[in-house]
């Protein structure tokens, strides 16, 4: 086995700022022996590098530059950026190693010791998988409906390959997987890229679609016209005297540089430490719960009362920069719906949280590179809110956690394969004419006859 120098590591550009005397880097006991982490900065930045590392020794956790490494951990890399980036630091053997997404170190830290580290590895499949959702979104921008689920079930099915994949005949076999998925495969094996992909990518339409669309308030329609009308940048866009935007549209471009990053775990408990300190000031029985993703999370709560409540405590404080509550339009004796695709009629919220970073750890946020920036105190985060009564609970869950195929693929089993209907309320049973309760999502798995998929697995 090839052995990695601490230079292969760390870049030796910046390894005089980083480097301390091993005396102050091992000063706080280590409980956990087997398990080597190295840190990646790519994406990440020092500051907040250091920050984990620090945490993470305290914790008793093994942090090294050298060759003893055992787990790497990274930030918003994909497992083919992170190969390569070894390759560019020379480190050989890069298989030898646990390549795993930051999360795993945040969960392990959140529980006191080492987790299973499955559920975090990234494989080489994610490359596939990125590739087609790029397409599948093409298709959706074109508003191509067919092709569209074609490229987004194949990345779905291709994300959680529990294996790497280094020939096409690895995926013969596998479901949705037909001759066009196969040759971007293919392309991409035997090139490291696929030029159907890239054709995309390097699209004006396109790019002008995904820059519009990552703007809160603007959907398809707005991209379409705004592009028609020859505007190719967000500038282009708020200097524009003959365009009339929406309130939405107003928050989301006024918030874009923070609204367009991820929000990070640090971020999201902050805002359901307000949420459930709130909710449960009135309300002490109402259930809070966080779900979504690393864009927008969403605060689900079990009390009717709880987004009224929530957002004039929020105001109060000054931490509402924006919201838009929608009424429920739920109807107790109708039946659910047989869209696959169907959004619910809960009362919910689509709001900007203004929160401040004395809330958060201070190595969640992002580096900035204004002087504007470096002197906010605060970041806008977005936040759906979502109530739902007691009895609708698990469904309401079940419904808000996942990926939007393992949605849509749910309610297509339990229509062909159960004769039932299921969305976001309820489940409907056709052949016993029966709504069925479920307290739980277990529960719910239950009635459909299927082993419970714990929530980070729901992707297809």
Known sequence: MNEIRTADLIPRRKRQKRMKPP???????????????????????????KFLMDLARRKGFRIENDDSVTHIVAENNSFT??????????????????????????????AGRPVDSEKYQLFVSQVHSDAFEVLAE??????????????????????????????????????WIGEQIKEVVEDILEE????????VLN????????????????????????????????????????????????????????LAGYVSKAEADAAILIAKDTVWKFFPTALVTLTGGHHVPFYLTSHQEGINILLGFSQGLGLLL??????????????????????????????????????MDD????????????????????????????????????GWTGSRQFERDLRRYATHEKKMMLDNHALYDKTKKMFLSAASEEEIFAHLGLDYIEPWERNA
């Open 23 to 49: 005396s102050l880097l091992n000063s706080y006991p280590i409980h956990f022996n087997d398990i080597i982490i190295f840190i990646v900065e790519r994406k990440m930045g020092m500051t907040r590098r």
């Open 81 to 110: 950026e992170i190969m390569r980036w070894l390759q560019i630091h020379q480190v050989e053997d890069g298989s030898r190693f646990r390549i795993l997404d930051i999360a795993w170190l945040t969960a392990c830290m959140e």
């Open 138 to 175: 093409n298709y959706e921008f074109r508003e191509n409906e067919v092709s569209c689920l074609a490229f987004r079930r194949a990345a779905s099915v291709l994300k959680y390959l529990p294996f790497t994949i280094v020939r096409v005949n690895d995926i013969e076999g596998l479901p």
């Open 192 to 199: 490291g890229e696929s030029p159907r992909v890239n054709d």
């Open 203 to 258: 699209n004006e339409k396109y790019r002008s679609f995904k820059l519009f669309t990552s703007v809160f308030g603007v959907g398809l329609k707005t991209s379409e016209k705004w592009h028609r009308m020859g505007l190719r940048t967000l500038e282009e866009v708020k200097s524009d005297m003959n365009l009339s935007l929406t309130r939405m549209q107003r928050a989301g471009l006024l918030h874009y540089e923070d």
């Open 322 to 359: 924006y919201y838009d509550l929608i009424e429920s339009t739920f109807e107790k004796t109708k039946q659910p719906s047989r869209n696959v695709d169907a959004l619910d009629h809960f009362q919910k919220c689509f709001a900007i949280l203004k929160l401040p970073k004395e809330r």
């Open 363 to 398: 190595g969640s946020s992002t580096m900035s590179t204004t002087s504007k920036e470096e002197m906010k105190d605060w970041k806008a985060i977005r936040v759906d809110l979502v109530v739902s009564p007691f009895e609708q609970y698990a469904y309401a869950l079940l």
